[in-house]
Every structure is written in structure tokens, then in C-alpha cells.
């Protein structure tokens, strides 16, 4: 199983940016997906996740700004970052559990720089 992530780069203050990551490979069934990041310096922190019956969850500095979503026929995860901070800056990463397992995988990592 591979997670590949797509939608990093460079915006200013204020802008949006998608995330989009894309589970290939034997997939039988997927239970959670989510997005951390990880600025320098610091650790991996939780962003956002999603169940596989679709109740989110996101930390409170980015509540009211950013949106989780997937798409389970394609086995995909979504992040839409709106009024985007200098302290948004980080590597983004792509979680899934599968099952059977239940097996944890992660993404490459995609990053997302916000200019001030």
C-alpha cells in the first residue's frame, strides 16, 4: 500500500491551498485517515482526521479554517486550508489505517509554506 500526496507550496497570508492523498496498492477496507504536519523543530501534530463513517476532527488552531474530507471510491483523502498563517508552515503528511490489521501507513509528506 502506498499514500502519495499532492497540493504543497507557496501562498501568502490569507490564501488557500489543497491537499489531496491517494491510497494504491491491496486495499481491502480503510478506517481512519488524517493529516498531520510537522514544522521544524517541532513534532508531528495532528491536524485533522476523519472516521471511516465520517465524524472529523480537527485541532484547535485550525478549527473554522481548514476542512477534512474523503472520497472512499477512491480512495482518497482531501484537506482544504483557507485564511492560511505563517504558523500553518510545515510538512503535511497523510495518514490511513487499513484493515485487515489494523495497519497504520503514511505519505511522503508534501510541504506548505505560508509567506507573511
Known amino acids: 500500500v502506498q499514500l502519495v500526496e499532492s497540493g504543497g507550496g507557496l501562498v501568502q497570508t490569507g490564501g488557500s491551498l489543497r491537499l489531496s492523498c491517494a491510497a494504491s496498492?491491496?486495499?481491502?477496507?480503510?478506517?481512519?485517515m488524517a493529516w498531520y504536519r510537522q514544522a521544524p523543530g517541532k513534532q508531528r501534530e495532528l491536524v485533522a482526521g476523519?472516521?471511516?463513517?465520517?465524524?472529523?476532527n480537527y485541532s484547535n488552531s485550525v478549527k473554522g479554517r481548514f476542512s477534512i474530507s474523503r472520497a472512499d471510491t477512491k480512495n482518497a483523502v482531501y484537506l482544504q486550508m483557507n485564511s492560511l498563517k505563517p504558523e500553518d508552515t510545515a510538512v503535511y503528511y497523510c495518514?490511513?489505517?487499513?484493515?485487515?490489521?489494523?495497519?497504520?501507513?503514511w505519505g511522503q509528506g508534501t510541504q506548505v509554506t505560508v509567506s507573511s
Open positions: 496498492g491491496s486495499i481491502y477496507r480503510i478506517n481512519a
Open positions: 476523519v472516521t471511516s463513517g465520517g465524524t472529523t
Open positions: 495518514f490511513a489505517q487499513f484493515s485487515p490489521g489494523p495497519t497504520n501507513y
